[in-house]
């Protein structure tokens, strides 16, 4: 007699990831969605026990009920249940909330936790393959973070509707995010500007010019006798121009040199973020709610439906070895052996708080070009993919080699001041990676593919002066906030973790507090008004450096070196 096939339920966070994960299991697994958490503190009250041991009251929210009723139902039907929730602490605690809300802790079948970085087949069977239990100390991480945020908000809040009006809230995160702009702004108020002006000469080589060699170039003024030399004012600067005017010109001295520019690692969920809105104009918002469609899966016709991308909230630059190999593949294939390098390029992750093994973000599969998934992706799909895809690809190619040429100009008359100007060109000697991809640059970044070629000097020669080009300036207050440069500032500053950007921004802009103007983030009234109150009453909470020293012990707690409590009794 044929033994009875298992009967499996598989619990994911959204329809669309269950939808593609039906397509991959057999007709034995059947596959729901939570979407999102089934349970948190209540809305109306604290919800944590401060007198023991900050115990959280969790409810099932009046919203998700029907779903915790159908959850039940299903598996009580089924021999085993698989929680698929996402890779991350916030993945982890859902799957534990799962198994309260829905009753499964003392029921005697078997409860697995599965995890993959990608919705394609291969991974979602091999993660089936290899179960595992509920990691606590990532959940505990979770619980820590949602109780820390809750005691704030509930302190915080209060103080707000008293002083300013009511409805209005403060986070952990989002006070620091809005003190960042507000600091920022009251930076560029108190700015003075200072006057200094360059000095720059147009010269040409005398004779014949190569072919296609610039015929004349410009360098700058850097010293005069020896000396590192600044111009402060428009009367000294006539005065240099005068004493410049029959100056006698030659090289001093010609250097050459080869450099070297590397690729940018693949992405995580802050560069991504910073890139896309560099260079797609997309919200961090928008950025990753695009992503979230690329990786549950997409149609790509056949009735096949695949994740296109890795799991998209990550501080890691870690690379699965087989999509490194089929990197190669595709480069020595598609762009020729040379642009590749001898070996495979290993990325350091930069942020020191990175969270549990995670990979960068990249194509599941290089051989899914964007071209090819164009007509299954929506033109704002389609934009994200491109990007991810060409960044991951660029990561692995050869370096862009430049040969580099700087000249330093000596300018003299008999009997005067001796002067130095300099100047230096690049021409792209060997492309590399360039030949797929170009990081995009924030204000004050110089691009080093922005230097002009030079026409063919050599030491000693003269040279003919054109013009002189002295031009006053004013120094320029810091920039106001880009998303992609407070999403950066956040990250360096160890404030939040890849989950969260995207919605600080979007609250601290519902709220209010901070609003977008040309692009750039300016603090409202309200929100300097509210900053200046938390700062004078809870200075702690809404330093940068305390709170970064906060995401440090979560992360401790996550890896078991902290219990929750204490930390949370710390605070």
Do not use: C
Not at 550 to 555: A, G, V
Request: aromatic share 8%; hydrophobic share 40%.
């Amino acid at each position: 007699m044929a033994t009875r096939q298992k009967k499996n339920l598989v619990i994911v966070e959204s329809a669309a990831k269950a939808r593609t994960l039906e397509k991959f299991l057999g007709r034995n697994f059947r596959v729901r969605a939570s979407l999102g958490h089934v349970r948190d503190l209540p809305k109306s009250k604290l919800g944590v026990d401060t007198e023991h041991g900050f115990a959280p009251q969790y409810l099932v929210p009046k919203e998700k009920k029907e779903i915790v009723k159908h959850l039940k139902e299903e598996a009580r039907d089924v021999d085993v249940v698989y929680l698929a929730t996402d890779p991350d602490r916030e993945g982890e605690a859902i799957a534990w909330h799962l198994v309260q809300a829905i009753d499964l802790a003392g029921d005697s079948k078997p409860v697995h936790r599965i995890e993959f970085h990608e919705v394609t087949k291969n991974a979602v069977l091999q993660a089936v393959a290899s179960p595992r239990r509920i990691d606590m100390q990532r959940v505990d991480a979770q619980q820590a973070r949602r109780i820390l945020d809750r005691l704030v908000g509930y302190k915080m809040s209060p103080l707000l509707w008293r002083k300013v009006k009511g409805g209005l809230s403060a986070g952990r995160v989002q006070s620091v995010a809005v003190r960042l702009v507000v600091d920022r702004e009251r930076e560029i108020q108190g700015f003075t500007p200072l006057e200094y002006w360059t000095l720059e000469a147009e010269l040409a080589k005398r004779g014949p010019v190569r072919r296609g060699s610039p015929q004349s170039f410009r360098a700058a003024l850097v010293e005069k006798n020896g000396q590192k030399i600044e111009l402060r004012s428009e009367a000294e600067t006539t005065q240099v121009v005068a004493d410049l005017e029959d100056a006698r010109y030659a090289v001093a001295d010609v250097r050459r040199k080869e450099q070297a520019r590397h690729p940018a690692a693949p992405f995580t969920t802050s560069t991504l973020q910073q890139e896309a809105s560099r260079k797609l104009n997309f919200t961090a918002k928008r950025t990753m709610a695009v992503a979230q469609h690329l990786y549950e899966g997409v149609d790509i016709g056949g009735n096949e439906s695949v994740g296109l991308i890795t799991y998209m909230r990550t501080d890691s630059t870690t690379i699965a070895s087989v999509a490194l190999d089929e990197a190669r593949e595709l480069i020595a294939r598609k762009y020729g052996p040379e642009l590749l390098p001898e070996a495979p390029r290993v990325y350091k992750t930069r942020s020191r708080l990175a969270q549990e093994a995670h990979e960068a973000i990249r194509p599941t599969s290089v051989f899914r070009e964007p071209q090819q998934m164009k007509p299954y992706l929506t033109p704002e799909q389609f934009r994200l993919y491109d990007l991810v895809w060409k960044r991951f690809v660029a990561s692995q190619m050869a370096s862009a080699l430049y040969d580099v040429t700087i000249v330093d100009v000596d300018a003299a008359r008999a009997g005067g001041s001796r002067y130095l100007f300099r100047v230096s060109g690049s021409r792209i000697k060997f492309a590399g990676f360039i030949t797929v991809y170009r990081e995009g640059k924030d204000d004050g970044e110089v691009d080093e593919e922005g230097r002009e070629p030079l026409p063919p000097l050599e030491a000693g020669e003269l040279l003919d002066l054109l013009q002189l080009l002295p031009e006053q300036h004013f120094t320029q207050p810091p920039p106001r906030y880009t998303e992609a440069t407070l999403v950066k500032a956040l990250e360096e500053k160890g404030i939040g973790r890849p989950s969260t950007y995207a919605p600080t921004l979007s609250t601290i802009q519902e709220r209010g507090y901070v609003e977008m103007v040309e692009r750039r983030f300016h603090p409202t009234e309200l929100g300097m008004l509210v900053n200046d109150l938390l700062v004078e009453h809870f200075t702690d909470i809404v330093d940068v450096d305390f709170t970064a020293v906060m995401e440090e012990k979560l992360d401790e707690i996550a890896r078991g070196e902290r219990q929750w409590v204490p930390v949370v009794e710390e605070f």
